[in-house]
């Protein structure tokens, strides 16, 4: 009985011991881990100058060290472009097959905010501190998605060529507009407002369309001879002197006939005479620095130029043979440096 009792025990104990084993949990296996999700390829892209016109600056973002744009240079994203009055600069971004063509108007200041490619797509973000920009893209091989910002509105553009947006700094004055063809989509940051501009409309900060806006927006001639580049001031002298209804020629009045080169050696003898008088005679002082209450310069006359004064009175020889009429002429002391080291002869 007592060796029966013993392996009973025994057996019993062997039970509750398979039984504890069996009831705890066994040891937990390493989690397998997840494959994480693979990183957008990120392909950087830089805006490309490819005109230039008149005082136009670039440097990064925070940084006061403005240079002026040239021709070919290329600029990264987190680049200040910065043009002042009666000046633009063309930016191609990207060098890929969608067309991506950025204006920024005069007196405005942007940022390219981004610039990078995808496998599939293209990315452009423009910010707009104050002033105007104009812009067209070309659908290519990439899926393009460019975004405009300002401080009260946003466009985003689809499929688009000829588009821009204007902010007036400091104020809630925005305009959105499309010019050729596409669609561009136009939200008011304030009001949270969506419109969609079609060819030839635009919105305001109302956020009405063209139509509703038409009474408002009118073209007026104005005569700014002094703003006007040289071909346009010859342009307005031909063509819009008054006379057209009553001069025999149809308004088309000479007033400088310099196709023969004894007309040019003569010009050329009045223009020397009329640039020393102007040539600074004693050491150049710099004058002192003026702190600017706007960055992109104060509004002044004309295109900022020295004008020269040319004077053709009625004894000279071009006005005498015909090749002038007399009078004062004033031009642009670039323009006429320009002109005497082409044409003049010494």
């Known amino acids: ?14 039970t509750s011991s398979l039984l504890a084993q069996e009831a705890s949990p066994a040891p937990a296996a390493p989690a397998a881990s997840q494959p994480a999700s693979a990183p957008v390829e990120r392909t ?17 973002l925070g940084s006061e060290d403005w240079k002026a744009c040239e021709v070919d240079e290329e600029y990264p994203e987190q680049t200040v472009i910065l043009t002042g009055l009666r000046s633009s ?54 899926k393009s998605e460019f975004t405009v910002v300002s401080p009260v509105a946003t466009l985003s553009k689809r ?4 588009f821009g947006l204007f902010y007036e700094r400091g104020t809630d004055r925005f305009e959105i507009f499309l ?52 071909v346009l001031v010859a342009f307005n002298h031909l063509q819009q002197d008054g006379l057209r209804v009553l001069s025999p020629e149809g308004g088309q009045t000479v007033l400088l006939d310099l196709s023969s080169a004894g007309a040019q050696q003569q010009f050329a ?35 900022g130029d020295q004008l020269i ?7 000279s020889p071009l006005a005498q043979r015909g090749f002038a009429q007399p009078g004062t002429y004033q031009f642009p002391r670039s323009t006429l440096e320009g002109w005497l080291q082409q044409n003049g002869k010494k």
């Open 179 to 230: 010019m050729d063809y596409g669609l561009v989509e136009a939200l008011h940051k304030l009001t949270g407002e969506r419109r969609l501009v079609l060819p030839g409309q635009l919105v305001t900060e109302a956020m009405r369309r063209w139509a509703d806006e038409a009474t408002l927006h009118r073209n007026v001639s104005i005569g700014d001879f002094l703003g006007q580049s040289d």
């Open 159 to 162: 499929g688009t060529w000829n």
């Open 269 to 303: 003898d009045l223009a020397r005479q009329s640039l020393p008088t102007l040539l600074p005679t004693g050491p150049v002082v710099a004058p002192p620095a003026v702190r600017r209450a706007r960055t992109e310069g104060f509004f002044g006359t004309g295109r």
């Open 89 to 142: 600069v063309k930016l191609q971004i990207g060098s890929d097959d969608t067309y991506t063509l950025l204006v920024v108007e005069p007196a405005s200041k942007t940022l390219l905010t981004e610039a990078y490619t995808t496998a599939d797509a293209k990315r452009v973000n423009i910010g707009v501190g104050y002033g105007q920009i104009r812009a067209g893209v070309a659908e290519g091989g990439l």
């Open 309 to 315: 004064p040319v004077i053709i009175d009625k004894t």
């Open 44 to 60: 950087p892209i830089t805006a490309r100058a490819i005109e230039v016109r008149g005082d136009v600056k670039h440097a990064p």
């Open 1 to 14: 009985m007592t060796r029966i009792a013993l392996l009973g025990i025994v057996l019993v104990l062997a």
